[in-house]
């Protein structure tokens, strides 16, 4: 597994989108965001369940700017699960693990690429598997699903460091939440008013500038997990 993310993820994203990407990105995207709603409902609030947002159909979560964005940015975003607080217990706390909820689950989903790749690549890791799998699919087919779960690893953790910034509207500004003060809470609101434009900002000068400073955090944890990966893949 090399430890280079950015630059599997460079080739993978780019003004024409291939196969595997589409599909990790669609995947990636529906479970995001139905994490999202199934946590919201878990905890009391019915809202996404009512709007037909509790589902695993990619048409039912795509937000057409967030597509543009995957193709010409590199990075994007669905249409947001709705979620009322009023049906929570405690909203600051639940609404932090509704947030929570969409990058876990991309988290999650990397890592059952991981082992799919384990399973299917199995001359450089788990030859006796590998052995079982090849005759029987066929070599063309696994290169298939080896290329998918490369994708979808690469895709997953991307998507996951992204919304952990902590940026409105990204998941990662509700969760930062949870940690203010309530002293501070309203000037952390009002500074959030800002944080698309300070997002549009970051995605500018990543792609247009010498400044990649998005690409910095979303490489470091992206990275962070692949060297778990490899730790893995070495140990077995």
């Known amino acids: ?28 995207l529906s479970v ?20 037909g947002r509790l589902t695993l159909n990619p048409l039912a979560h795509l937000d057409p700017l967030g597509v543009l964005m995957f193709v010409f940015a590199g990075f994007g975003w669905g249409k947001p699960v709705p979620v009322n607080p009023f049906y929570f217990r405690s909203p600051k706390r639940d609404t932090a ?10 988290f999650f989903l990397a890592w059952i690429a991981f082992i799919g790749l384990l399973l299917v690549d199995g001359s450089h890791f788990i030859p006796s598997i590998g052995g079982v799998l090849q005759p029987t699919l066929g ?42 003060p309530r002293h501070t809470e309203r000037s952390y609101d009002d500074f959030m008013q800002y944080g698309p434009f300070l997002l549009l900002f970051l995605l500018i000068a990543d792609r247009f500038t010498g400044l990649p400073l998005l ?5 470091g944890i992206a990275e962070a997990v692949l060297k778990m990966m490899s730790w893995v893949a070495g140990w077995l």
């Open 215 to 219: 690409f910095w955090w979303v490489d």
């Open 139 to 180: 070599r063309g087919v696994l290169l298939i699903f080896e290329q998918i779960f490369r994708t979808s690893i690469i895709i997953n953790l991307g998507f996951m460091a992204f919304n952990l910034l902590p940026i409105a509207p990204l998941d990662g500004s509700k969760i930062l939440r949870l940690f203010i």
């Open 1 to 28: 597994m090399a430890n280079d993310w950015s630059s599997q993820y460079n080739r993978l994203i780019g003004l024409f989108l291939n196969p595997p990407a589409i599909i990790s990105i669609l995947l990636a």
């Open 97 to 106: 693990l509704v947030s929570l909820a969409g990058p876990a689950s991309n």
């Open 32 to 51: 995001h965001e139905w994490a999202h709603g199934m946590v919201a409902r878990r905890l009391g609030d019915p809202t996404a369940e009512m709007e």
